[in-house]
């Protein structure tokens, strides 16, 4: 091991045994990381960035119909959407709680979440 003084992760423990980044280190992890949005859930605090998101709108036989910029009741939310994959996809939007342009927060059929955009896309610099 190199002597000298070697910064720390902060962590803490959720009673289930959960591991917990606090926040000023998750800056230092993921501030060069080109992450634009920060998807929070509500109930356990799960925390999910991501470089882009989607707004998926479904036919009635649940399968995907179109991709949409915008959040509206009845889409779902894609986080990172990719040609086959994507980071985190939300249920069905049943309401939109607050909406402002760097933040939205809505329920699903089952979660409450809040989307935060960390940083304006073409500039790069933090909102």
Known sequence: MIGGVHPKITVTQDADGTLRMTDEMADLFFEDRGKNWKLVRERDGLTNYGSRIG???????SRFKEKHDGPAIG??????PHR??????TTIVTEIIEER???????TSNSIY???KLYDAPTGNPI
């Open 114 to 116: 809040e989307l935060h």
């Open 75 to 80: 889409r779902s939310l894609m986080l990172d």
């Open 84 to 89: 086959m994959s994507y980071t985190w996809l």
């Open 101 to 107: 342009t760097d933040y939205i927060k809505f329920k």
């Open 55 to 61: 707004w998926i709108e479904w036919n009635e036989d």
